[in-house]
């Protein structure tokens, strides 16, 4: 079973009519989804600001100065001496060549996936950072590091409850930069068993995949009728529900709509609390 590795770029927000004030949501006439989608955004950011050094400590590879004396254990022998001249000119022969960087306790090299992960959060924090002050009409923020991008966004989640696009551009981009570092991290996808028996092999394997808004029977002698699902000729791929057949699914496996619903609700408390 596989999963997306894809990440989609930030879009700005396109700004409001100029006829249009955007002002700060009066406390006495709270929008109940605004506040749910608010909480969800802060506690997504929250994540963030959590998971996003250590991706700089994954990033940032182990050194030792050339100069550097090291420790050898008493009655070790010496250490063992450096690469020859002939070692030496092979390696660069092989790195011209070919790109190849030769292995040893100098450098590690840098892993090209958390370096992506690193700048695609890091100029998607930048575009929201100043998407908001655009929509919101303020002035171009200055500059800052990511963790003090973030807080300030977080600062300006009371003024964006007043814009219901805002709000929701803000959590799904914190949301989706959350999940890449996550990922990049080596976090798992999380899964949310439900109930009810898979309509095709009638075992209890049903599980909710949150991040993909998609129910999938992980038996692996699963194997359904539909002709134009993979499930049937490859052995990784999984028979899926995507939202519009949840009713249907619910329905045929004996299931609780209500339950499958709330289990596949991609929320910041349920990622953080894995």
Same mark, same amino acid.
């Given at each position: 079973m596989t999963t997306s590795n894809t990440s989609t770029s930030t879009t700005p927000i396109t700004p409001q009519p100029s006829g249009r004030r955007t002002t700060a949501p009066d406390p006495g006439r709270g929008n109940g989804r605004s506040d749910s989608t608010a909480a969800d955004a802060l506690l997504w950011i929250e994540l963030l600001l959590r998971q996003f050094p250590e991706l700089l400590v994954e990033l940032a590879p182990s050194y030792r100065s050339p100069s550097a004396l090291r420790a050898t254990p008493a009655g070790s022998g010496p250490a063992p001496a450096g690469p020859t001249r002939a070692e030496r000119e092979e390696a660069l022969r092989a790195e011209q060549a070919h790109g190849l960087t030769p292995s040893g306790s100098r450098t590690s090299p840098v892993r090209l996936h958390i370096s992506d992960a690193v700048r695609d959060i890091t100029d998607g924090v930048i575009e929201l950072d100043e998407a908001v002050h655009d929509r919101l009409r303020m002035p171009r923020p200055r500059r800052e590091q990511v963790s003090g991008r973030l807080l300030r966004v977080a600062g300006l989640l009371d003024r964006a409850a007043a814009d219901d696009v805002l709000l929701e551009h803000i959590r799904d981009e914190a949301r989706r930069m959350a999940r890449r570092c996550t990922r990049a991290l080596g976090g798992a996808e999380?899964?949310? /068993?439900?109930?009810?028996?898979?309509?095709?092999?009638?075992?209890?394997?049903?599980?909710?995949?949150?991040?993909? /808004?998609?129910?999938?029977?992980?038996?692996?002698?699963?194997?359904?009728?539909?002709?134009?699902?993979?499930?049937?000729?490859?052995?990784?791929? /999984?028979?899926?529900?995507?939202?519009?057949?949840?009713? /249907?699914?619910?329905?045929e496996s004996g299931g609780d709509l209500a339950e499958l619903t709330g289990a596949t609700a991609d929320t910041a408390r349920r990622e953080g609390g894995r």
């Open positions: 999380p899964v949310v /068993r439900v109930g009810g028996r898979c309509p095709w092999c009638d075992s209890v394997s049903l599980r909710a995949f949150p991040a993909r /808004r998609a129910v999938l029977c992980v038996n692996p002698a699963c194997r359904c009728t539909d002709p134009a699902c993979d499930c049937r000729t490859d052995p990784a791929h /999984r028979h899926a529900w995507s939202e519009g057949a949840w009713a /249907r699914l619910a329905a």
